[in-house]
């Protein structure tokens, strides 16, 4: 017989000690977690007075952010979340919270963007440390590798960055028409189905025989080159005159950021990009995005890979497949230069001596592997470079260890690729610098919950 539900009803729902979320509710140190937020919090309050106004339920909002990271789950998909699922709602604080309410998306949003990615590096170590703590980590042995993580952003072909200025231009040459029109009328309005039409026509003609037609591509790309610079240089001039800062700071903060970066980025590139179409050199600028600072290109001679265009990540595994990281002070984060950081933060993060240490060949350095074995590393596989190097460190290690060591370290890979197609060490949703370089290090959080999970189930069993 068909059944309708047409009206709100009650229903108990039990929730069980043994569900995994609830195991991993109650093996984390809520308050220390707390501690490690807390300066955020206050710094990013209004005024600076954190003390003032209507009380933060941090429980509520910590349990929701880390429930976010370890599902990779958006802002309204954990509001729905939350109101469907029973397990969910007590991982957040139902039953013991006072006056417990499900947060708005927006407000799960407006509490993420407040925690640094320096806070968030620090609770992704405080989730290892746990773990070592409970014996499903060994601190003892440490493998490190690095990797790039690639932004919300379209790819900097020239191009593409071309078509960019001219698409950031017109929405920049309709701002001016709101709030100088006298002036502005006079200019012609940027026609972008002409800009996008020699765009197409550039890739058709990079699509054919590449020998016979590499003059038409040049003749291709330094024509959008010119069309592009005619069209937005009046532009510039206009918007220039909106750089004043008692009319820049009278605007909203999007039309605002928008003739900023219009103005400091589009001049640039035209610049830079002129050798580049009308000469065929190889491309020498270092804007790749008109929203994005903090992008840096890639090239590690990997057959399986090209460039990369991102922010370099430096990852730390230790036994049980738990990673800890370092905060980012640079951009590429080089590998030479941050293996001491890496063994300093193991140090500090365990309190253990390390017992053997697995790289690949990006991390060598002489110096590097004195220092490994200055720290009394018993096994150091910081794998040398095919070249003859002159007063190299004496190694002790034999060399079936050195292989053992080499095939361990092989093990990070899979654990990155687990980063990149589950979290968002990949590709990031994040729309700006900072929030990407968060959404890194929370890949890195959510990975290390759903281990220990894994671990308090029984699913994972640390091997010895």
Known sequence: MDKQFLKAQKIMVEVSPAHPLIKLMNTLDWVELEKLILPDLKKSTSKLKWWLGRKLKVRIHLGVFLLQQLLNETDRGMERQLRDNAVYAVFC???????????????????RSRLSPQTQCMLTNEIVKLAALKGFANPAHLDIDSTVQTPDMQFPATVNLLVKAATVGR?????????????????????????????????????????????????ALAKLWSVVSEAIQPVIRFARIMDEPFIIESLPVRDKNIIVY????????????FERCYENTPRQSKIFSFHRNEVDCFNKNKHHKGIEFGRQFQIGRV?????YSIPNDSIRMPDAASLKKMVVQHIELFQTPIESIGTDKGYYSKDNEKLALDFGVKAVAIQRPNRKLNDAPVNPISKAQLETLENRRAGI?????????????GRSRMKSDRTTESSGYASMLGFNLKQMMRYLTGEAVMVT
Do not use: C
């Not at 139902?94 to 799960?108: G, L």
């Not at 502005?184 to 026509?201: H, N, R, T, Y």
């Open 262 to 273: 219009f103005i400091q980025k589009a001049p640039a590139l035209l610049g830079e990009l």
């Open 171 to 219: 929405r920049v040459q309709k701002i001016l028409m709101k709030f100088m029109p006298e002036m502005v009328k006079s200019v012609p309005e940027i026609d972008m189905k002409a800009i996008k039409g020699l765009a197409k026509q550039h890739y058709f003609e990079k699509s054919k025989a590449i020998k016979q037609k590499v003059e038409a591509r040049k003749q």
């Open 413 to 425: 890979e899979p654990l990155i690729g687990h980063l990149k197609k589950y979290w968002q060490m």
């Open 319 to 323: 036994g049980g497949n738990f990673v």
């Open 93 to 111: 604080g139902k039953t013991f919270v006072h006056n417990w309410n499900i947060p708005d998306h927006t407000k799960i949003e407006e509490f």
